[in-house]
């Protein structure tokens, strides 16, 4: 699993490429919080979900701890781009109910 991210007009991007599951969704948690330390003044943060091949329960829930972390901030947070499998997944967790799609 390879995290990239960018910063751009105010919003916080962040490339998820690979598997998101039980073996990588520590070390993706803490890659992900150690940039929004860096990036604390951002608008928005978007999840682009082209690259990510999978994502089990455990990738959901590390989503939504970021997701309650990301708000707590006051920041909007949104979902990119999802691969097929991905879009499947959001759709039956209800991932979109809180984190809508652009």
Sequence with gaps: MKVNYTLSNG????YLIGE???C????????????????????NVVFNFSSLSF???TGIG????????IKA???GVFIES???????????SGLYKIMPKI
């Design 11 to 14: 919003n916080l991007y962040f």
């Design 20 to 22: 998101l599951d039980e």
């Design 24 to 43: 990588t969704a520590q070390n993706t948690r803490a890659v992900i919080d150690d940039v929004m330390a860096k990036y604390s003044k951002a608008k």
């Design 55 to 57: 994502m089990d329960s």
């Design 62 to 69: 590390m989503l939504l701890g970021r997701y309650k972390k």
């Design 73 to 75: 901030k006051g920041m």
């Design 82 to 92: 999802p691969s097929t499998t991905v879009e499947k997944i959001m759709q039956i």
